[in-house]
């Protein structure tokens, strides 16, 4: 039984990870902003799983809190054996009409603190000489559709990097790559379900049960379906002012 911190823990994939996780018998420490929510969370987990549940409320675009977590991933009297960094939120006007204030905490959120909480594990895993550290990033990293676009490309690369430099050491690095999945992210981010055929959305249930299978595994890039494993491959293939067309189209 080892212990995973999940990022984001408190709703959609995030809390889809630490049921799943909690069902095999991993000891979990969820980390989210909503301390009410990380508590009901934690107080069903605990009744359900009988596994031990930590909750550590953190705004991760705030150094001090930011900090307080690395710390926990630190600790060798108790080890965490994987890491999720799956916190973020989506601005789902363009980057010209957000605000600077909103572009910046995105940065903090989904860069910043990714780099700084796998640095911490990634220090700590190696030194035991096993772990695992899974990214989330998006199947919007292929594409040119703004800063959130942006944001997950450089997570896909970092962590690419960032498994390249743990290769031999026991620590896996995992970028997931998911597309449209039902969750509460997608709302939040003002996406109306309905623009969207039925066929092109996935259950958080699925992808973060293909996630952990390619996690046990070593896959490096995970992309948790068939057919948006392909529009990975057709998108590289394409000359990039085709996919800023098609990127350009999408964004309206």
């Known amino acids: 039984m080892g212990t995973a911190l999940i990022t984001g823990a408190s709703v959609g994939l995030g809390e889809e990870f630490a049921w799943q996780l909690a069902t095999v ?4 420490v969820l980390v989210a902003r909503d ?7 934690a107080a069903k987990i605990r009744s359900a799983a009988g596994v031990r549940v930590e909750v550590i409320q953190a705004d ?3 150094e001090r809190d930011l900090n307080r977590v690395a710390q926990r991933l630190k600790s060798e009297t108790r080890p965490v ?12 006007q363009p980057f010209i009409r957000t605000s600077l ?3 910046a905490a995105m940065e903090k959120l989904m860069i910043h603190a ?6 911490a594990a990634a ?4 030194g035991r000489g096993r772990g695992a550290i899974l990214n989330v990033s998006s199947v919007a990293a292929h594409l040119a559709s703004g800063l959130y676009a942006a944001d997950k490309a450089w997570v896909k690369t970092f962590t690419e990097g960032l498994a390249v430099e743990l290769k031999g050491t ?4 995992t970028a997931l790559l998911p597309g449209l999945t039902r969750t509460e992210f997608h709302a939040r981010a003002g996406l109306d379900y309905l623009s969207y055929p039925s066929v092109a959305w996935l259950s958080a249930a699925d992808v973060v049960s293909r996630a952990l299978a390619d996690v046990r595994r070593g896959v490096v890039l995970s992309t948790p379906s068939l057919r948006y494993g392909l529009l990975g491959q057709v998108v590289r293939l394409l000359p990039r002012w085709l996919v800023r067309a098609v990127s350009q189209i999408e964004d309206r």
């Open 101 to 103: 204030k909103d572009s």
């Open 60 to 62: 991760l675009t705030k």
């Open 81 to 92: 054996g994987l890491l999720v960094n799956n916190a973020g939120f989506g601005v789902r």
């Open 25 to 28: 018998r991993h000891n979990l």
């Open 35 to 41: 301390q009410a929510r990380l508590d009901d969370l």
């Open 123 to 126: 220090v700590a895993m190696v």
């Open 114 to 119: 990714v780099m700084v909480l796998s640095h």
């Open 170 to 173: 026991g620590v896996t690095a």
